[in-house]
């Protein structure tokens, strides 16, 4: 069946460094994609979306990327911080109510 | 402050015991989600309500029940936890649903520990 996927379970990182976190998804009717950010013990937290009619979103440190061509989602964080270890899973809209979440990459700031 | 309660926090229950765990929300959405995430993996969705519209994933087992008496709050029933039912049970809500690129929203969850 379809799914999303992620390329790698863990990233380790050094604080200022920037991450680039990446995830391959498979339906290509997908619309809509959400990063979401997971702390241990606590429920997903929303951290940027991307609609499939843009390439490309920028928030506060955090820039999405999105290339349909090879169904490739990316989620780049500036200067890294120990705040954001966490485990970052990529979410694609699968239908009217359902949001499909991808494996995980773990990420690990190093002070 | 928190939109998304979900209570208990940690939940024991034993093997064959019904247990029933509770989400309520103050955002006044119409979507209510069941998600159930077991250690190291992504979270999978159960099945969701809209408004009063019930609407299982074609893979929830029928152990697994929702009810959902207003728009505030939720239930997730478990009729008889089995060992693998174990798992982090995430509740999240939208305001409409996500083809309309909404997102949602998760409460903290609740941790199943079955005995």
């Known amino acids: 069946g379809e799914s999303v996927g992620l390329h790698l379970p863990t990233l380790s990182v050094q604080e200022g460094d920037n991450s680039i976190i990446n995830c391959a998804y498979s339906n290509s009717a997908s619309d809509y994609f959400i990063w979401y950010k997971q702390e241990s013990g606590k429920g997903p937290q929303f951290i940027i979306d991307?609609?499939?009619?843009?390439d490309k979103r920028q928030g506060q440190r955090v820039t999405v990327l999105l290339n349909k061509t090879v169904k490739h989602l990316s989620l780049q964080i500036a200067a890294t911080q120990p705040g954001d270890s966490a485990v970052y899973f990529c979410?694609?809209?699968?239908?009217?109510?359902?949001?499909?979440f991808g494996k995980g990459t773990m990420l690990l700031v190093s002070p | 402050d928190a939109m998304v309660i979900q209570n208990p926090r940690y939940q024991v229950t034993q093997f064959g015991k019904p247990v029933t765990l509770s989400c309520s929300q103050t955002?006044?959405?119409?979507?209510m989600y069941w998600y159930q995430q077991k250690s190291s993996q992504a979270p999978k969705l159960l099945f969701h309500?809209?408004?009063?519209?019930?609407?299982n994933e074609a893979d929830t087992p029928d152990n697994f029940q929702s009810r959902r008496p207003n728009t505030s709050f939720c239930f997730l029933d478990i009729r008889s936890p089995g060992l693998g039912d174990a798992a982090m049970y995430l509740c999240?809500?939208?305001?409409?649903?996500?083809?309309?690129?909404?997102?949602?929203?998760f409460g903290s969850g609740t941790q199943l520990s079955v005995l």
């Open positions: 955002l006044n959405h119409n979507v």
């Open positions: 309500y809209y408004d009063k519209d019930f609407n």
């Open positions: 991307i609609r499939s009619n843009m």
């Open positions: 999240a809500t939208s305001r409409e649903g996500t083809g309309t690129n909404e997102k949602l929203f």
């Open positions: 979410a694609e809209n699968t239908g009217y109510s359902t949001l499909t």
